[in-house]
């Protein structure tokens, strides 16, 4: 048997480095909850001040095809919403990640990614909205099956396109040059029984600190992509730990089992507004189910829920992430690798190694880098021969 090197010992970590990742994190998480509080105040005046109503009535004044007058309230409504947020994502996304050294971006280039988010999301807003909206006028007893059917084929088709066309919108693709890095991968792949086209890195560096890998593509397809921070920062003992757990989640087709998940959390909320929606129209005097004034009420009603089933979310995701760190613990040779890895990402990412149980159920769906750690210890001393 191949002789397992021991784990290697944490990284020693000041106290300054853990008040600062707690400093971090804190207001992040604090952020979080009032940027909620701040939608759910914004949604409710929007809908009770009359504005949605107003906005509707201007829409249809400009054409009375609902397809056309549907878009352009999206348009105005989500414009909105983007103002209400900018104030939170300036302070959030650029001064905090500067306040703490986590960003290497300018105010223009992180406006220009931020402004490229926006369109790309009001893009995915107008295209599945506008669907929901003809369901909800063309199968008023139905529409929540095929809205739920539609949201499915959108988050299949968002994975096939991301790799090659979202994110080199924000970054850009390189060959790897460090060959052994190369053969390493390529054994790792073959010794899993996977096929692997290509390697190639991404120039995370020009924005952040942080390190990334991910697995993309199918059969001759199939592709590894490295950040240059990961390959700048990390051996490749550490390098080929973060790719055997990327190669677990493909082992263990854990995309197919998080979008079946979230397929059955949707439809079951889709029924839930079913349910609600038909006797709160007449009650609001609306038009009908369909009436996109009402679109305050649906966002918000998606916004509750979701903050709701948040924690079981990500108590699932986590199991994934553990089975992915299992598989790769296995995989590799050097056991110790994963554990420097780990500390190593966990500083360059401020990570709270140990965060409270309440963070830990709202915020994390990986598991703390401590009980990551602690995981990859017990398992290289218990399989130490």
Same mark, same amino acid.
């Given at each position: 048997?191949?002789?397992?090197?021991?784990?290697?010992?944490?990284?020693?970590?000041?106290?300054?480095?853990?008040? =600062?990742?707690?400093?971090?994190?804190?207001?992040?998480?604090?952020?979080?909850?009032?940027?909620?509080?701040?939608?759910?105040?914004?949604?409710?005046?929007?809908?009770? *001040?009359?504005?949605?109503?107003?906005?509707?009535?201007?829409?249809?004044?400009?054409?009375?095809?609902?397809?056309?007058?549907?878009?352009?309230?999206?348009?105005?409504?989500?414009?909105?919403?983007?103002?209400?947020?900018?104030?939170?994502?300036?302070?959030?996304?650029?001064?905090?990640?500067?306040?703490?050294?986590?960003?290497?971006?300018?105010?223009?280039?992180?406006?220009?990614?931020?402004?490229?988010?926006?369109?790309?999301?009001?893009?995915?807003?107008?295209?599945?909205?506008?669907?929901?909206?003809?369901?909800?006028?063309?199968?008023?007893?139905?529409?929540?099956?095929?809205?739920?059917?539609?949201?499915?084929?959108?988050?299949?088709?968002?994975?096939?396109?991301?790799?090659?066309?979202?994110?080199?919108?924000?970054?850009?693709?390189?060959?790897?040059?460090?060959?052994?890095?190369?053969?390493?991968?390529?054994?790792?792949?073959?010794?899993?029984?996977? *096929?692997?086209?290509?390697?190639?890195?991404?120039?995370?560096?020009?924005?952040?600190?942080?390190?990334?890998?991910?697995?993309?593509?199918?059969?001759?397809?199939?592709?590894?992509?490295?950040?240059?921070?990961?390959? *700048?920062?990390?051996?490749?003992?550490?390098?080929?730990?973060?790719?055997?757990?990327?190669?677990?989640?493909?082992?263990?087709?854990?995309?197919?089992?998080?979008?079946?998940?979230?397929?059955?959390?949707?439809?079951?909320?889709?029924?839930?507004?079913?349910?609600?929606?038909? *006797?709160?129209?007449?009650?609001?005097?609306?038009?009908?189910?369909?009436?996109?004034?009402?679109?305050?009420?649906?966002?918000?009603?998606?916004?509750?829920?979701?903050?709701?089933?948040?924690?079981?979310?990500?108590?699932?995701?986590?199991?994934?992430?553990?089975?992915?760190?299992?598989?790769?613990? =296995?995989?590799?040779?050097?056991?110790?690798?994963?554990?420097?890895?780990?500390?190593?990402?966990?500083?360059?990412?401020?990570?709270?190694?140990?965060?409270?149980?309440?963070?830990?159920?709202?915020?994390?769906?990986?598991?703390?880098?401590?009980?990551?750690?602690?995981?990859?210890?017990?398992?290289?001393?218990?399989?130490?021969?």
């Amino acid at each position: 048997m191949n002789k397992i090197i021991p784990s290697v010992g944490p990284i020693k970590t000041t106290l300054r480095d853990l008040d =600062q990742s707690k400093r971090y994190h804190q207001l992040k998480n604090r952020l979080y909850f009032f940027s909620l509080f701040i939608d759910v105040l914004v949604l409710l005046f929007i809908f009770f *001040s009359g504005y949605s109503q107003n906005i509707k009535l201007w829409a249809q004044r400009l054409s009375g095809m609902p397809v056309i007058f549907n878009g352009l309230y999206l348009i105005v409504f989500s414009l909105l919403m983007s103002v209400v947020h900018f104030p939170m994502s300036v302070f959030s996304g650029f001064y905090w990640e500067h306040r703490f050294q986590l960003s290497n971006q300018s105010f223009t280039q992180w406006f220009w990614d931020d402004l490229k988010k926006t369109l790309l999301g009001l893009a995915l807003v107008l295209v599945m909205i506008e669907f929901v909206y003809f369901f909800l006028a063309q199968f008023p007893d139905s529409w929540w099956l095929w809205a739920g059917a539609f949201w499915l084929f959108i988050s299949f088709v968002i994975v096939k396109i991301t790799p090659h066309f979202i994110i080199p919108l924000f970054y850009k693709y390189k060959n790897i040059e460090d060959e052994e890095l190369r053969q390493r991968i390529f054994i790792l792949f073959k010794n899993c029984q996977v *096929s692997l086209n290509d390697i190639y890195a991404i120039d995370m560096s020009s924005k952040t600190k942080a390190a990334n890998a991910f697995l993309c593509g199918m059969g001759r397809t199939r592709r590894v992509v490295l950040s240059d921070t990961l390959i *700048s920062n990390f051996s490749i003992d550490e390098i080929e730990s973060v790719v055997a757990h990327e190669l677990g989640h493909y082992k263990h087709h854990d995309i197919l089992r998080l979008l079946a998940v979230n397929t059955v959390v949707i439809f079951s909320l889709f029924y839930m507004m079913y349910r609600l929606f038909d *006797s709160a129209v007449p009650y609001f005097g609306l038009t009908g189910i369909d009436d996109i004034s009402f679109f305050p009420v649906f966002i918000l009603t998606f916004i509750l829920v979701s903050f709701l089933i948040t924690p079981a979310l990500n108590a699932f995701s986590r199991l994934l992430e553990r089975d992915a760190d299992l598989y790769g613990l =296995q995989n590799t040779t050097n056991k110790g690798s994963f554990v420097s890895m780990m500390n190593k990402l966990g500083e360059m990412n401020l990570a709270e190694k140990n965060p409270s149980p309440m963070v830990e159920m709202f915020f994390y769906d990986h598991p703390p880098v401590g009980k990551r750690i602690a995981f990859a210890q017990q398992y290289v001393e218990t399989n130490a021969v």
